[in-house]
């Protein structure tokens, strides 16, 4: 991929990840699936474990966090979000090595949230363990009952009592709770149902282990687990917590998710770019090897048509992704939202189609255990519906180019 204009250091860092991928993750990759299965499959894996300090010392450490959430450069890298795009891409491109650099979903999210809106002991409590890899975290907003891609729709309560928050109700897709290292989760609910809507809800920390919070099953996502961090549906039943674990205030949960939610979302797009990048790689090697009709698969015109196609949408993935991360290190996350809806829509589409025709260049391989492809596909699929579907990204950007052109879309 190119690179355009970023600095050299951004460049010495991407030079240094690629070589440590080809080092240490791909050629461990069988291992990694072979510790993951035996024994218990939700302890930690010894494999990222022994490549953590290895990825520390080599300065490929907390990659992720942008100057505009760490002003002062105490807990990241320094890098924007432009220059943390292709080194993010790098790390997507096996599903389990983001977090040997600690650059890994949902604790990057997390710990911009604690480095944007912490006090500082809940940062002294939580974000420091967490930039040093020491413990897990989760996110705890969708639910059940409710159409949770309307925010407002949320229904999980946070009632101030004395010196305590008493929070109750029941979330899922909780991912990363099944980690025994996932120690807290940034719960989002109502603090005050009567409010203005967007002020009714509220994000505090509730740690796992607090009396009234369980795990009442783990989620499957297309028959994978994702163990050992996989995805939970919990229940908070009369948790107490004390008030100083709200974070930034009552009635601030959605100003939080648009710090949060924008970040998370473009990270998962830089990954899903190296995912399809990996995707279309595999799907030249086969067909340079496979014989089909007395030629590889490679001669056939609908196989290079298939690789033709995935590398033009690639290429336009990737760029419309650096626009959005150049729009949040210019002018910010809230500006950015457009940019940043449009490319939630585009990478996992992108992703999904290039994953497909890789997989149909493989035949049954693509769908076995035997390549990456299976699993990607069902992690890409998911992502057209975590942090937000389509339709509500889809929404935004036409909410913001009716705006750019003069235009009330509200109707009558």
Request: net charge neutral; aromatic share 6%.
């Amino acid at each position: 991929m190119t690179l355009f204009d970023v600095s050299p250091r951004t460049r010495d860092l991407h030079s240094r990840l690629i070589r440590f991928m080809e080092e240490h993750i791909y050629p461990r990759e069988a291992e990694f699936h072979r510790q993951v299965n035996e024994g218990n499959r939700w302890a930690p894996v010894q494999l990222i474990e022994d490549l953590k300090p290895r990825a520390r010392a080599a300065g490929l450490w907390n990659l992720f966090l942008p100057p505009a959430s760490d002003p002062q450069g105490r807990f990241g890298a320094g890098l924007t979000n432009l220059e943390y795009a292709p080194l993010c891409e790098v790390m997507g491109r096996v599903w389990w090595a983001p977090e040997v650099f600690n650059c890994s979903a949902p604790d990057t999210g997390n710990m911009e949230v604690l480095a944007r809106y912490g006090t500082p002991e809940q940062q002294e409590r939580w974000l420091i363990p967490l930039l040093n890899g020491e413990i897990r975290s989760a996110f705890s907003m969708t639910e059940p009952e409710v159409a949770s891609s309307d925010a407002t729709n949320i229904e999980s309560s946070i009632v101030r009592d004395g010196d305590e928050y008493v929070v109750n109700g029941r979330k899922w897709w909780t991912s990363g709770a099944g980690d025994p290292r996932c120690k807290v989760s940034i719960l989002m609910g109502k603090t005050d149902p009567q409010a203005e809507r967007h002020r009714q809800q509220s994000m505090i920390l509730v740690p796992l282990d607090t009396p009234g919070v369980k795990t009442e099953r783990m989620l499957t996502v297309f028959g994978y687990d994702d163990a050992p961090h996989g995805h939970a549906e919990m229940t908070f039943e009369n948790v107490r917590v004390p008030a100083g674990n709200i974070l930034l205030g009552e009635g601030r949960g959605f100003e939080i998710a648009q710090g949060r939610l924008g970040p998370g979302r473009i990270h998962h797009c830089m990954r899903l770019i190296g995912q399809a990048e990996r995707a279309l790689e595999l799907m030249v090697e086969r067909s340079s090897q496979r014989v089909a009709f007395g030629k590889p698969l490679a001669g056939h015109q609908h196989v290079r048509e298939l690789i033709a196609q995935s590398r033009m949408e690639i290429d336009q993935a990737r760029l419309l992704t650096m626009q959005a991360a150049h729009m949040m290190d210019t002018v910010g996350n809230k500006a950015a939202r457009g940019q940043i809806a449009a490319i939630k829509v585009v990478a996992p589409n992108v992703a999904l189609r290039v994953i497909d025709r890789a997989i149909q260049v493989f035949g049954g391989a693509g769908v076995s255990q035997d390549t990456p492809l299976a699993m990607m596909y069902a992690q890409a699929r998911t992502l057209r519906l975590a942090d937000g579907p389509d339709i509500v990204h889809v929404e935004t950007v036409a909410k913001e180019e009716l705006r750019r052109q003069g235009v009330d879309g509200r109707g009558q």
